[in-house]
């Protein structure tokens, strides 16, 4: 077992990842940790938005770890990985030659090798940019959920639709390496979250020049609250059944989705 001291507990520095130290995270363990003791403790995985607020947003969480017993990991996929302009990478999981999804898989394999943790399933939230990645997880990794929480996507794949990925699942396997697993992702309590006045065009349009550019980029809607009923009508067609939640008076601020948020995963956690 790793040393600990300040720089692990309760809210760590931020450390390299052993994959690939270009990517990077900081973990949360409740201040009852024992590293001597037997007790595990679930995992929360939190998603940073276009910005890379990783540190910030794990702190935001703190008080929801202490109270519900709850280890947090938030990682770090920086701009620039593939070139000056490369700021959307990680929310395609993946992304100029990088399986951005199996990063997190190993930044998690590694904090289990620190941590007495519960890791097999997690529970994941995500916003914004945080909320495109956590949303293709799923499809990718259901198995490895506990309950997801979505919040205000800029853009969706539509699981089910025939077109290619990122548009659609049409050819999921051949890009990400598993196949669409709708009786898996039915298993997974999933949580959809938007501001009601998110109807801002700030970056919605995708045009040719993007490297997010795909056929059918901007079909799902013009907006935030568009795109995740598209996204939302695309899950029940599948047969699961998410919880959906649009908050009034609430734009695209991910500080005003947490507290419905903290309430889903205490919920998971409680049952």
């Known amino acids: ?65 202490e109270v519900h017993q709850c280890a947090l990991l938030a990682p770090l996929f920086p701009c620039g990985i593939n070139g000056v302009d490369d700021f959307n990478n990680y929310k395609l999981l993946r992304h100029g030659g990088v399986a951005y999804d199996q990063v997190l898989l190993e930044m998690i394999e590694e904090i289990s090798e620190v941590f007495h943790l519960q890791t097999n399933r997690v529970l994941m939230y995500g916003f914004s940019g945080g909320g495109q990645f956590a949303h293709r997880f799923l499809l990718r990794h259901p198995d490895r959920l506990r309950g997801i929480s979505i919040a205000a996507p800029g853009t969706v794949t539509l699981p089910g639709d025939p077109r290619g990925w990122w548009v659609g699942t049409g050819d999921m396997e051949d890009v990400t390496g598993a ?33 997010f550019w795909c056929e059918g980029a901007n079909d799902a809607g013009a907006t935030r609250v568009a795109r995740l009923s598209a996204l939302e009508a695309a899950l029940r067609d599948l047969g699961a059944a998410p919880e959906r939640q649009d908050l009034p008076g609430v734009g695209h ?14 919920r998971l956690l409680a049952g």
């Open 179 to 211: 196949p669409l697993n709708p009786g898996k992702i039915r298993e997974v309590p999933i949580q959809l979250l938007v501001g009601a006045d998110d109807l801002g065009p700030e970056g919605m349009t995708i045009g040719p020049g993007s490297d």
């Open 253 to 266: 601020d991910a500080v005003a989705v947490q507290p419905p948020v903290e309430n889903f995963f205490g």
């Open 1 to 65: 077992m790793a040393r600990m001291n300040f720089y692990r507990l309760p809210a760590s520095a931020m450390f390299a990842a052993r994959c690939d130290p270009r990517f990077h995270y900081c973990t949360y363990v409740p201040e009852s940790y024992d590293p001597e003791g037997s007790r595990s403790y679930p995992l929360a995985v939190l998603i940073h938005h276009s910005k890379r607020d990783a540190q910030a947003l794990r702190d935001r969480f703190i008080a929801f770890a």
